[in-house]
């Protein structure tokens, strides 16, 4: 067994764990437990009621766009990450819809989930798997009363549970995905409960009691202990609260609990970051905290931690909502996972304004009703919200070494930031990075993800070195890939200076190089020194500016080295620069959602010397007044750069 090969590597503790959810799971596989319980009352409390809901999303853009993806749905055009799926009148759920790839329904600890060649891309089965998509069809029936959405919802629940016996196939392999799929069946029987015979309701509970039951014996304590432990540990929480009449309730309750308060004070830093480094996940995250405490009260600490995390978010997306891409994006929700993915932390934000009780975090009113109204009902819509007082201009993060600098046109994000803790499985290669929007336009851009498993090259790319606005030694990423999910080497980093003002410096060191980056900064206006140090002998390096999909880079007439990006952006390097603006290749890619990618241009500056080296950038930003933001407002710009730019 594989616990018995690595035992020199674990700990007693873990041997023994394991050895104990083992010995489980085949007890499970031997005699699938059936609960004999009573039907539970609906509406499942605390959650609101389904006629307060629908009163509250009467006549709302939200509720259209329900329908609409319903209609969708209906006919079998799954919205799935960045591509929408057509399956057909079957739905083949242990089946790769968009590469092909379909495994078999052997004990789920022997399914090769990670093995593109024999299961294909496991996110594009799980997230079918989800049954999200069954949720919004709940939804609809709430916002409707349309019986032909549970009709369609009973079909798909019939025949998935056909074709995954209880823990068999690769729908069983991952607790997570038990944990989501535990979590819209919950809302399932929130909102369409009612809808159901005394025989499907009897089969629908014992199914997901078993779900329960595989969650017990399955927490990701040794395995995942990142959001997948807290993901599991909220849904089992969820399942014994919110269905008292199951037999391991109580336990279930008990345990849930426990576990996602350790985790508040393990994952989330003082700060208010997620400990992954990735703020996709933190938007996960933040979900997962807040649902926990919108089923049961929690203490001051929790609470405490979880409005740093909010805070957090807050500042990280910029003034129109949107998230920048650190580290990895794997396309999923923890509600509703549709719509612009970028624009997801809006309504995540908003049902944080109103259970913290802090408006300044509500971007927009209309996000109340894409979560908050479903978690709270008509409430978040009842009160009044001032408008709130412009933000903090510029804002450390020093745990996780984000700093932001804003505008109201202007969004600079700096990546001087670790990768993420133990392995750092969903970390970029991306030290020193920046990312900065402007008047809406994704000036500099992070390249995303793209892909998991499906293609271990792209998957080396997108979260590698060059796929990200900083400086390339050598040819090497700043730490060394291991398998899809792992890096060795990481990079040691530390923020030398930081003013609020205008001024951040950072140092990278890896591999025996040293990358130092210094950022001025006003909203107008950035100059970038970059300074090189290594082993003695020339070396490579290489400089991206990777611009945003659909900003085209295009040289500026005139003297001097200057490219224009986008409408508003001007970048300048000095003039005996070697410079090319690449499009697609091996250098100009952008995923905005996963599964997706589109060709885009990157400004690469390429060099050879001797270390040390400095190098200078400078971007200006035009769209601005002039008596609001001065252009070059006391920098110490080059010549060259105020020659080339007319600073």
């Known amino acids: 067994m594989q616990i018995l090969r690595t035992a020199t590597r674990r700990s007693p503790h873990e041997i023994w764990f394991r050895a104990r959810q083992e010995a489980a799971n085949l007890f499970l596989l031997a005699k699938a437990p059936a609960p004999v319980v009573q039907r539970p009352a609906i509406p499942l409390k605390p959650l609101p009621p389904r006629d307060e809901i629908a009163r509250a999303l009467s006549a709302s853009p939200h509720r259209d766009d329900i329908e609409h993806t319903a209609q969708d749905i209906l006919e079998h055009r799954f919205p799935l990450l960045g591509n929408t799926v057509q399956t ?6 242990r089946r790769d ?9 052997g004990f789920f600890r022997r399914i090769p989930y990670l093995n593109f060649d024999i299961a294909g891309d496991h996110k594009f089965v799980w997230e079918m798997n989800r049954h999200q998509h069954l949720v919004l069809l709940a939804q609809a029936l709430t916002v409707t009363g349309d019986d032909r959405w549970f009709k369609e919802i009973e079909l798909q629940l019939e025949s998935w549970w056909e074709q995954n016996p209880f823990q068999r196939g690769i729908n069983w392999a991952s607790a997570l995905e038990v944990a989501f799929r535990s979590l819209s069946w919950i809302w399932i029987y929130h909102l369409a409960g009612d809808r159901m015979s005394p025989s499907f309701s009897q089969r629908f509970l014992t199914e997901l009691y078993r779900h329960g ?7 990701s304590v040794y395995f995942s202990a990142n959001t997948h432990l807290l993901g ?11 269905f008292p009449q199951f037999s391991r309730a109580g336990r279930w309750r008990r345990v849930g609990r426990d576990v996602v308060h350790a985790q508040m004070r393990t994952q989330v830093r003082p700060d208010g970051s997620h400990f992954e480094q990735s703020s996709y996940y933190h938007v996960y995250a933040t979900d997962m905290f807040l649902f926990h405490h919108v089923l049961e009260p929690v203490p001051a600490p929790y609470l405490e931690r979880l409005e740093a995390m909010a805070d957090y978010l807050h ?14 994006d794997d396309g999923g929700r923890f509600f509703y996972p549709y719509g612009s993915r970028r624009r997801f932390g809006r309504a995540t934000l908003a049902s944080c304004a109103v259970l913290l009780n802090r408006p300044d975090f509500l971007l927009d009113s209309a996000d109340l009703r894409e979560q908050a109204v479903w978690w709270l009902g008509s409430a978040p819509l009842e009160r009044e919200y001032e408008p709130q007082t412009p933000r903090l201009k510029a804002r450390l993060f020093p745990d996780a070494g984000i700093a932001v600098a804003k505008s109201r046109t202007t969004h600079l994000v700096f990546d001087a930031g670790p990768f993420g803790s133990g392995s750092g499985g ?8 920046i990312s900065l929007r402007h008047l809406a336009e994704d000036v500099l851009t992070d390249a995303g993800t793209f892909t998991y498993i499906s293609s271990p090259e792209w998957r080396r790319w ?5 796929a990200h606005n900083t400086v390339r030694i050598d040819g090497r990423d700043q730490a060394v890939p291991v398998g899809p999910f792992r890096w060795s080497d990481p990079p040691q980093v530390r923020i030398l200076e930081w003013d609020a003002g205008g001024r951040i410096a950072a140092e990278c060191s890896y591999g025996g190089f040293t990358h130092r980056r210094t950022v001025l900064f006003t909203p107008a206006v950035m100059v970038i020194t970059d300074q090189l140090d290594g082993p003695a002998g020339e070396h490579d390096f290489e400089q991206f500016w990777h611009a945003g999909v659909g900003v085209p880079v295009t040289r500026e007439p005139g003297p001097g080295t200057a490219y224009r990006i986008g409408r508003y952006a001007r970048f300048a390097a000095p003039p ?22 589109q060709e885009t241009d990157v400004i690469v500056v390429r060099g050879r010397a001797r270390f040390p080296v400095s190098l200078k950038s400078v971007i200006a930003l035009d769209g601005m007044d002039e008596d609001e933001h001065p252009r070059a407002g006391g920098l110490e710009i080059p010549d060259w750069a105020r020659a080339t730019l007319a600073l």
């Not at 599991?232 to 919110?242: C, R, T």
């Not at 500042?315 to 990895?328: A, C, K, M, S």
């Open 213 to 219: 039951c595989h969650l017990e014996w399955n927490l």
């Open 232 to 242: 599991e540990a909220v849904a089992l929480h969820a399942l014994g609260l919110l």
């Open 88 to 93: 057909g009148p079957e739905i083949r759920w």
């Open 576 to 597: 005996d620069s070697n410079i090319s603006v690449e499009h697609g290749g091996s250098a100009g890619w952008t995923s905005t959602a996963f599964g997706s990618r």
């Open 426 to 433: 969903h970390s970029h290669a991306d030290t020193m990075s």
């Open 315 to 328: 500042t990280l997306v910029d003034e129109d909502g949107v998230l920048p891409l650190i580290g990895d």
């Open 97 to 105: 819809p968009v590469h092909g790839h379909e495994t078999g329904t």
């Open 462 to 466: 997108f979260r590698g070195t060059g």
